[in-house]
């Protein structure tokens, strides 16, 4: 589904945009300037995955950082670039939002269910330990 949206950017010429990206720049656009721990807390990320996503998205040309309050931090903003393309952002969320819930309705197990049983399945023993198992006994 990632690869088809990002054909929707292709087809729009825009460059260097990820789908991955979108969520964290309409967090932006919406509430402004955000530290990456700020950034990160609001869209349920670690600081680690935020601050190399934040590190693509630079290099992309999407996102630029700014001094923060003190020496210590920095503030994640928007590009004239992404500026450019947040209207598009927004209506392609609500478009995949739509699309999503008229592939479920075609569907007779939907697939927010489906994500929610995967969940739960891998709290009960994570894709690591099932891989890792499975090794184990191919080596036997």
Not at 41 to 58: D, F, P, W, Y
Not at 106 to 125: C, G, S
Request: glycine share 4%; charged share 30%; proline share 4%.
């Amino acid at each position: 589904m990632d690869a088809e949206i990002a054909r929707i950017y292709t087809d729009r010429q825009v460059e260097g945009l990820k789908p991955s990206f979108v969520m964290e720049l309409l967090r932006l656009h919406a509430r402004g300037p955000m530290t990456i721990t700020e950034l990160a807390e609001s869209v349920g990320r670690t600081h680690s995955a935020l601050s190399q996503k934040v590190s693509a998205m630079r290099t992309a040309g999407l996102v630029r950082t700014v001094p923060g309050a003190d020496a210590r931090s920095k503030k994640v903003t928007l590009t004239a670039k992404a500026k450019g393309i947040v209207e598009l952002l927004a209506a392609e969320w609500r478009a995949t939002e739509a699309a999503i819930a008229e592939l479920e309705a075609e569907l007779p197990y939907p697939m927010t269910t489906v994500v929610h049983d995967v969940e739960e399945a891998l709290a009960r023993k994570s894709f690591h330990d099932r891989i890792a198992e499975k090794l184990e006994q191919q080596q036997r």
